[in-house]
C-alpha cells in the first residue's frame, strides 16, 4: 500500500512538503512517479526519479520549482513544491512503475505504473 500525504492550502507563492510512504512494499526496488489530478481534468504526470535516485524526470510546467527525491532508508519518495502557483491545485498521487517498464522511456505513461496510492489534496488560493 502507498499513502501520499503532506498536502494541504497554501497561498500563491507558498511551499508543500509531499511523501509517499509504503507498507508492505520496499520502494527501494522501484522507480516512483508523482502524477495529479485537477477536477474535470486527467490525471497527468508531475514528476519521477529512478530507484537510486540518479536519475529524475519534471513536467514542464513544474520545473524549478518541484524537487523530486528519495530516502531509500526510510522508504519515502518525497515532493518538494515551491513557488506554488493556483493551477498546481489538485489531488496529487505517488505510484510506483512496473518492473518491466524502462523509467526512461515510460515515465509519463500512467499505465506503466502499477501501484497507486490514495492521494492528498493540494490547494492553491491566489
Known amino acids: 500500500q502507498l499513502q501520499a500525504f503532506g498536502g494541504g492550502l497554501v497561498q500563491a507563492g507558498g511551499s508543500l512538503r509531499l511523501s509517499c510512504a509504503a507498507s508492505?512494499?520496499?520502494?527501494?526496488?522501484?522507480?516512483m512517479g508523482w502524477f495529479r489530478q485537477a477536477p474535470g481534468r486527467e490525471r497527468e504526470f508531475v514528476a519521477a526519479?529512478?530507484?537510486?535516485?540518479?536519475?529524475?524526470y519534471y513536467e514542464d510546467s513544474v520545473k524549478g520549482r518541484f524537487t523530486i527525491s528519495r530516502d531509500n532508508a526510510k522508504n519515502t519518495v518525497n515532493l518538494q513544491m515551491n513557488s506554488l502557483k493556483p493551477e498546481d491545485t489538485a489531488v496529487y498521487y505517488c505510484?510506483?512503475?512496473?518492473?518491466?517498464?524502462?523509467?526512461?522511456?515510460?515515465?509519463?505513461?500512467?499505465?506503466?505504473?502499477?501501484?497507486w496510492g490514495q492521494g492528498t489534496q493540494v490547494t492553491v488560493s491566489s
Open positions: 508492505g512494499r520496499p520502494l527501494r526496488n522501484y522507480d
Open positions: 505510484a510506483a512503475l512496473n518492473s518491466r517498464a524502462t523509467l526512461s522511456r515510460n515515465y509519463q505513461q500512467i499505465r506503466a505504473y502499477d501501484y
Open positions: 526519479i529512478s530507484w537510486s535516485g540518479a536519475f529524475r
